[in-house]
Structure formats: structure tokens, C-alpha cells
């Protein structure tokens, strides 16, 4: 068997969804999906003429030729996302070949069902971002884009989606709909924010944060779990102040609370915060996030199995992170053929604990696939069926692809 063409398209959503299609000479299609990055369609170009040729089915040597080949070219994060992409396609044409699911050739599940963590995000606030999170306008959200085009002309009133009251309605929605586990942003505007760069949270805005996460709680009760992100947004001592108030809504983590690049302020978070603090969505590989668990700057890890470098090395990184007993909760804004890759590794790993969900103001997620809406009271089924396990709808891609990107030509 011969890799015989690897084909890529981008679907506009929330964030670019980069879709791979790897082809071989017998006839077999493998999917995957990488995390969005500037240039990342050439850089699959470049990739796939690379690994032509080769047999689909020696994925590791074929990932490892990938990433040294990258390496030497000094070739940063998009090229690990390209991989990663490229990588799952790989694992996908294997399990079709022996006819198991991924969670199969890995050796087995722990689960048949993989818990959802609902994105909340922050009032009414999901803009579709372009690869450099810029806001952009589609057809598909007309209402936000306008918006979002001319921030000066905008009447809408952006602190009123950020109170108490629109946190709660939000949570109680998502949980109308089955969820028992949600996430809210909290690096949000409100009234006494005092400079986007300087990272210090004034004396009035800490209580007023954590409140909105305390009439949550009172508002789920304590059956729903309850997580906040921060977005690398805040100083290490505001950090510290705003867990602290956080304590009475008994949350489940505290995520990025300061910038990833430093794992020792991440650490003196930690130890000081009465929240378990999450992180991970930054990284790529193995070894950064050996030093990660080494320093024991985290409770609970989040590695995004579109762009860590392979499915492969994601599952290598959660072992590691059983080592250090702590618990993965994947990153994960990708469609529903990223999503079910990380639905097989959270199946075969043991210490999954809950899968992020980012689309949940996107109308056509699930029509990406043929297989019906995954998600059923917070939960996706493990797949029975052969390899990933969905079959990718085309003619919806095609719906929404990015205007100037190849339409798996
Ligand atoms: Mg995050």
C-alpha cells in the first residue's frame, strides 16, 4: 500500500477547521485535522510530496522523517500541526486496514462513553476568528460579524453579556441540553478592568469576576462540574487573588492563568491557589510536557490533539501524565473529525476526564459529518465502526470553505 496524494480544505467556522484527506493506491481515504496556523496549507503541501510513496501503515517512522525534516529546517508550530493532521489520516487508513476502531489498535477502552465540557465562553461573545484571531465576517453570522467589522459603530451593549445574570442563563441552557460539565471564560470586559497589558486585575474587579462564577454554582448546583479560562490573560499574584475568591464555586480548574511560557510563575500559581490549575493547549511534544509535569505546574493537563504532533504522541503524553497521576482534559476546538480522534484517545486512555466542546454556536458542526449529532447529554458514544469512525460530509465543507484554499484539489 502507497501514499498516493494528500489533499487538504479549510472550513470557516468558529476558527479554520484544516481538514486532511490522505489517499492511497488502493483505494483507502484517511481523515484528519490540524489545529489552524498562517500558512498551514502549504506547509501540508510541502509534507505531502514529502511522505508520497511511502506505505500508510509505518505511521511512526513516517512521523518521525516529518518532524526531523521540520526540525532541521527550523520549522515551528505550524509544522506540528500539519503532522498532527497528517499523522491522524495515517491512523485512520490502519484501523479501515485491520477493520478496529482507533481505540482498538491502541489496545482497548476504559469508557464507552466520553464526557463533553460545554465551552461556555463568556456571555454572548463566539466570534469566528480568521488564523491570527482576527474577527472576520461570514455569511453564516451575519449578526456577530457586523459586529464584530466595525467594533466603533457597534450599539451593542458588550458589558450587559457579561453579567451574572447572562452567565447564568447560559449555564442553564447548557445544562436544558444535558451537559454536566461547563466552562466560562473570564478574561472578559467589565467595569473595572484597568489596562488590557499590564496583567493586574484591580481591587473591584476580583470579587466582581469570582461572583460571577459563585451565582453560577448557586444556580447549577453542585451536580453540574464547573471550570474558568483565563487565556494566559493575568500576573502571578492576581492570579493567586482571583482563585482564591474563586473558592466558593468549587471549581473544577483554573485554566491559564498566566502566559505558558513560563513553568515556574505557573507553579508559584499553583501552589497558592486554592483551584486546581489547568494547562497545556500551548505545547507541542513529549518533552515540553515532561517539564511541565516535572515542575508539577498543573493538577490536570490539556494537550490539543490537533497540534501536539501526532495522535501517537498524544497518547505518549497523557501516559506521562499518568505518571504524575494527573487526569487530561483534551483542548479541543476542532469539527467533529478532530473531535473523534480525541473521543478514541480519550477512550483508551485511563486518566480522561473530560473532552472540551467549542462549537456549540456553530449551526453546521454536525452536519460535517454523515453520522448525526455526536453529542447526546453531554456524552459521545465510542465508535464501533472501523478506523476514526465518521464519514466526513463534503458537500458541507465545500459550503463553507475559506475562499483562496484549495478545495482538496
Ligand atoms: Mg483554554
Same mark, same amino acid.
Given at each position: 500500500m502507497k501514499i498516493t496524494r494528500v489533499a487538504t480544505a479549510v472550513v470557516e467556522a468558529n476558527f479554520d477547521w484544516t481538514i486532511i484527506r490522505v489517499e492511497t493506491d488502493n483505494g483507502m481515504v484517511g481523515w484528519g485535522e490540524a489545529f489552524f496556523a498562517p500558512g498551514l496549507t502549504s506547509t501540508l503541501r510541502e509534507l505531502g510530496e514529502f511522505i /508520497?510513496? /511511502? !506505505?500508510?501503515? !509505518?505511521i511512526e517512522p513516517i512521523r518521525r522523517d516529518m518532524a526531523q525534516a521540520a526540525s532541521a529546517a527550523g520549522a515551528g508550530g505550524q509544522v506540528h500541526h500539519a503532522i498532527t493532521g497528517i499523522e491522524a489520516a495515517l491512523w485512520d487508513i490502519l484501523g479501515q486496514h485491520l477493520k478496529a476502531p482507533l481505540w482498538q489498535v491502541w489496545?482497548?477502552?476504559?469508557?464507552?462513553h466520553v464526557a463533553i465540557y460545554c465551552d461556555? #465562553?463568556?456571555?454572548?461573545?463566539l466570534e469566528s476568528l480568521d488564523s491570527l484571531l482576527q474577527p472576520r465576517e461570514l455569511e453564516w453570522d451575519k449578526s456577530r460579524s457586523q459586529w464584530n467589522a466595525q467594533p466603533g459603530t457597534a450599539?451593542?451593549?458588550? &458589558?450587559a453579556e457579561y453579567t451574572a445574570e447572562a452567565y447564568v442563563k447560559k449555564a442553564l441552557q447548557q445544562v436544558e441540553k444535558g451537559f454536566t460539565f461547563l466552562k466560562f471564560d473570564l478574561d472578559i470586559p467589565n467595569p473595572?478592568? &484597568?489596562? /488590557?497589558? *499590564?496583567r493586574r486585575l484591580s481591587v473591584a474587579e476580583v470579587p466582581y469576576l469570582a461572583q460571577l462564577m459563585v451565582d453560577v454554582r448557586h444556580a447549577i448546583g453542585t451536580e453540574v462540574e464547573l471550570a474558568v479560562d483565563c #487565556?494566559?490573560?493575568?500576573s502571578p499574584d492576581s492570579s493567586i487573588q482571583l482563585a482564591r475568591a474563586l473558592?466558593?464555586?468549587? &471549581?473544577?480548574w483554573l485554566e491559564?492563568?498566566?502566559?505558558?511560557?513560563n513553568l515556574d510563575a505557573l507553579k508559584y500559581v499553583r501552589d497558592h491557589s486554592p483551584v486546581p490549575i489547568l494547562s497545556g493547549e500551548n505545547l507541542y511534544g513529549s518533552h515540553e510536557f515532561r517539564s511541565l509535569f516535572e515542575r508539577q505546574a498543573v493538577a490536570i493537563v490539556a494537550p490539543d490533539f490537533q497540534k501536539v504532533g501526532g495522535l501517537a504522541e498524544g497518547r505518549s503524553i497523557c501516559h506521562l501524565a499518568d505518571q504524575y497521576f494527573l487526569p487530561v482534559a483534551p483542548h479541543n476546538i476542532a469539527s467533529p473529525i478532530g473531535t473523534m480522534a480525541s473521543v478514541h484517545i480519550a477512550a483508551s486512555i485511563p486518566n480522561f476526564l473530560a473532552l472540551e466542546w #467549542?462549537?456549540? !454556536?456553530?449551526?453546521f458542526w454536525s452536519d460535517m459529518? *454523515? !453520522?448525526?449529532?455526536?453529542? #447526546?447529554q453531554g456524552l459521545i458514544a465510542v465508535p464501533s /465502526?472501523?478506523? &476514526?469512525?465518521v464519514t466526513p460530509n463534503e458537500h458541507t465543507m465545500r459550503l463553507y470553505a475559506k475562499p483562496g484554499e484549495p478545495f482538496f484539489e
Open positions: /508520497r510513496g /511511502r !506505505d500508510p501503515r !509505518d489496545g482497548g477502552k476504559f469508557r464507552d461556555c #465562553h463568556g456571555g454572548d461573545a450599539t451593542r451593549d458588550v &458589558l473595572y478592568s &484597568l489596562d /488590557r497589558y *499590564h #487565556h494566559w490573560k493575568f473558592e466558593p464555586a468549587q &471549581l473544577a491559564d492563568p498566566v502566559p505558558p511560557y #467549542h462549537s456549540s !454556536d456553530v449551526p459529518i *454523515h !453520522d448525526g449529532d455526536l453529542i #447526546h /465502526r472501523p478506523g &476514526l469512525g
